[in-house]
């Protein structure tokens, strides 16, 4: 008789599954970070197809290990709410600019905090002087392929994950994703790190309201195609 399955993880389980999904990237990001000595903005035209696809065969292969685990620990995986219905698209698009401008915030207030010499150039207007084709350019089927698999990815953890941990210990299991959401964007740097980790705030708080991922997951998508900054787009499309 198989045993029933668990509705709740652990903190241990949080852990091991930070480490089996982000391990790597955090490794990766703050070698590079104080290797550079401060990380540096991500260009999007210096990323080629073959990264992309190259970064999905590392995803699904962290994918099975994690449900690999998940199947070990007995999690009951259908919880994990996927569905679509008529308030994705809605809700999709707030997360869309509430997520962007929460972004904006930490980005440009510690661009205004700190000396323009202490950090990299701002990659927001140096990447606006092509204007609205230089835009769309770096656009491809691999990019979008990737970023919707990115986006799941990702938002499993954050909005999945995250929130299966027992109530007597879910805070600090949020606490804990937005240490992990930043931790492996460093390699951007500081102020981009701060700003993404606002913008996670932002799906935390909208996803204690809303028990689909789905639109968690376009929006990510989203982002990782068109970048996370409403200034960015209004500069290259106005």
Do not use: C
């Amino acid at each position: 008789m198989n045993a029933t399955k668990k509705k709740e993880l652990s903190l241990i389980d949080f852990a091991v599954l930070s480490i089996i999904f982000f391990g790597y990237a955090i490794y990766i990001s703050t070698i590079y970070f104080f290797s550079t000595g401060q990380g540096a903005p991500l260009d999007p035209g210096s990323i080629t197809a073959g990264d992309h696809w190259q970064s999905i065969f590392t995803e699904i292969s962290l994918l099975i290990m994690a449900v690999g685990y998940l199947y070990f620990r007995r999690f009951d995986v259908k919880q994990l709410d996927f569905s679509v219905g008529r308030n994705t698209l809605p809700l999709t698009l707030l997360l869309i600019f509430a997520g962007a401008i929460a972004s904006d915030i930490g980005i440009y207030s510690l661009y205004w905090l700190f000396p323009p010499e202490a950090i990299p150039a701002n990659t927001v207007e140096a990447a606006a002087t092509t204007g609205s084709a230089g835009f769309f350019g770096h656009v491809s089927f691999a990019l979008i392929v990737f970023a919707l698999l990115n986006g799941f990815f990702e938002e499993l953890f954050f909005m999945g994950i995250t929130f299966a941990v027992g109530k007597r210990h879910l805070l600090y299991a949020l606490a804990g994703s937005l240490l992990v959401r930043f931790a492996f964007h460093t390699y951007q740097g500081i102020p981009t790190a701060v700003g993404i980790t606002l913008m996670g705030v932002v799906f935390l708080l909208v996803r204690r309201k809303v028990h689909s991922i789905t639109p968690f997951v376009l929006a990510h998508a989203f982002f990782d195609v068109m970048g996370a900054s409403l200034y960015y787009w209004i500069y290259n499309l106005l």
